[in-house]
């Protein structure tokens, strides 16, 4: 515990700074130095459509933006420009940029189908002109993100990376339909390029961790579709932070926070195990993953209070009552429930059935987990939660995929069959509801259906 007490008070000093007025003077130069960037790197692709690369008068305005990078790298480390509709963003920081046909940023980058950029590192000046010049060029017919990422590669410009443009609203209020399939593939890729970022030393892509746990949220953690989802071709990890961030999120719903509050303890939920990918974990364990996994998230400059939660949430995760875990942050207590539920119905891990992984919760109430916590998911997954094998007392067996509609509701989910009453796989998504028709006689381990 003298680790975990030394981690909590340093970052407890972090936040009284932040609080103090420190991260607003960071902002403030963030903002200045990032309109600039958005600016110049505007102006300068439009200067390639006139001007060959090599031409004179891309010499001080390519300066000007290599100076604009160095600046902001030193203040941040590593950048994120991610355009989302008519709107910029630099590192969770909104730019104000002017809104006129000669600066259009957005739209450039997206004739590429590109809405985002990483800045990993350093980019040289005779690098940023090629960036430019490719920007500038004709987008490829087919896959032209694809392609222009490929062009960058071959003139050596291995410290900018390319991500897709982003269709959603930045807003907390404003809810967007979204393909709740999609959601869920990319959230996993987006977590498994996290780990791949940070195991290079990179900074994790937190404002694309957080947009898609808008659309999480948008789509609602308790969806049947959600439950539904199948990725077999998913890496575990990536999987595993999936399932973890729903039953956060259901919680943390249940519990009445509020949605920034929501949003920040789902991307804390994707980035709990990061610890595991952190540089110098060549022999990851599971002491020491919480600690490297706080450090790692830590790299990105500035504190403020959705980056404390992100930390608090990678260092606490394991934190039981009985060892010191009462005073655990709530994100960390919520993580520990969801991270021990996942685990117990693994196949691979406890190997329980969703009933019988909500009894250990409840009987480990008050030892190891926050009993209001344990009491708020049992609530809502009910008696038989999603993804509990069913017999059916007229042969058939179902796998419920709903959580509690209404109380009189709560040990009758609606559900999918998976296996006629005469043996057979179905030979369509069957869905039915317990509320209305069959009758359970039993849970059953996953591998008898």
């Given at each position: 515990m003298d680790e975990l007490q030394r981690a909590q008070s340093n970052l407890g000093k972090a936040l009284a700074r932040s609080k103090a007025?420190?991260?607003?003077?960071?902002?403030?130069?963030?903002?200045?130095?990032?309109?600039?960037?958005?600016?110049?790197?505007?102006?300068?692709?439009?200067?390639?459509r006139v001007h060959a690369p090599d031409n004179h008068a891309f010499d001080?305005?390519?300066?000007?933006?290599?100076?604009?990078?160095?600046?902001?790298?030193?203040?941040?480390?590593?950048?994120?420009?991610?355009?989302?509709?008519?709107?910029?963003?630099?590192?969770?920081?909104?730019?104000?940029?002017?809104?006129?046909?000669?600066?259009?940023?957005?739209?450039?980058?997206?004739k590429h189908n590109v809405g985002g950029i990483t800045f990993h590192g350093e980019v040289s000046p005779p690098q940023l002109r090629k960036l430019v010049g490719l920007f500038a060029q004709k987008p490829a017919a087919e896959h032209p993100r694809n392609t222009l990422a490929l062009a960058l590669r071959a003139e050596d410009i291995a410290n900018v990376e390319l991500?897709?443009?982003?269709?959603?609203?930045?807003?907390?209020d404003e809810a967007v339909a979204v393909d709740p399939l999609s959601v869920v593939k990319r959230l996993v890729r987006q977590v498994e390029d996290t780990w791949d970022n940070l195991a290079q030393g990179r900074q994790a892509n937190v404002l694309a961790l957080r947009r898609l746990v808008v659309d999480l949220l948008g789509v609602g953690p308790g969806s049947e579709l959600l439950w539904l989802a199948e990725l077999?071709?998913?890496?575990?990890?990536?999987?595993?932070?999936?399932?973890?961030?729903?039953?956060?999120?259901?919680?943390?719903?249940?519990?009445?926070?509020?949605?920034?509050?929501?949003?920040?303890?789902?991307?804390?939920?994707?980035?709990?195990?990061?610890?595991?990918?952190?540089?110098?974990?060549a022999e990851p364990s599971f002491e020491g993953h919480p600690m490297a996994g706080s450090r790692a998230l830590l790299r990105q400059l500035g504190f403020h209070e959705a980056k404390v939660r992100r930390a608090f949430g990678a260092l606490y995760h394991h934190a039981e009552l009985e060892s010191g875990g009462r005073r655990a942050p709530l994100v960390g207590r919520l993580l520990r429930i969801a991270e021990d539920y996942d685990v117990m119905t693994r196949p691979g891990g406890g190997g329980l059935t969703p009933p019988e992984a909500l009894s250990q919760l409840a009987a480990?109430?008050?030892?190891?987990?926050?009993?209001?916590?344990?009491?708020?998911?049992?609530?809502?997954?009910?008696?038989?939660?999603?993804?509990?094998?069913?017999?059916?007392?007229?042969?058939?067996?179902?796998?419920?995929?709903?959580?509690?509609?209404?109380?009189?509701?709560?040990?009758?989910?609606r559900?999918?069959?998976?296996?006629?009453?005469?043996?057979?796989?179905?030979?369509?998504?069957?869905?039915?509801?317990?509320?209305?028709?069959?009758?359970?006689?039993?849970a059953l381990k996953p591998r008898a259906s």
């Open positions: 007025g420190e991260d607003k003077v960071l902002m403030a130069q963030v903002r200045e130095r990032g309109e600039q960037f958005a600016n110049l790197l505007n102006g300068l692709i439009r200067m390639g001080q305005p390519v300066q000007d933006l290599h100076r604009t990078i160095e600046e902001l790298t030193g203040l941040l480390g590593s950048l994120q420009l991610v355009t989302v509709e008519d709107q910029i963003y630099l590192n969770d920081v909104r730019m104000k940029v002017p809104a006129n046909a000669n600066h259009d940023l957005g739209g450039e980058l997206h991500f897709g443009i982003y269709r959603f609203r930045m807003s907390e077999p071709n998913a890496t575990p990890h990536g999987w595993h932070a999936f399932k973890v961030t729903q039953s956060v999120l259901l919680m943390a719903q249940a519990a009445g926070l509020p949605p920034g509050v929501m949003q920040d303890f789902g991307v804390a939920a994707l980035t709990h195990d990061v610890g595991y990918a952190a540089p110098g974990q480990g109430a008050n030892k190891h987990y926050d009993p209001v916590l344990v009491q708020l998911l049992i609530n809502t997954l009910g008696q038989f939660p999603p993804g509990t094998f069913l017999a059916l007392e007229d042969g058939r067996i179902v796998r419920s995929c709903s959580c509690v509609r209404s109380p009189e509701l709560f040990a009758r989910p559900a999918v069959v998976v296996r006629e009453a005469d043996g057979s796989a179905p030979t369509h998504r069957e869905l039915i509801d317990l509320a209305s028709e069959g009758k359970v006689r039993g």
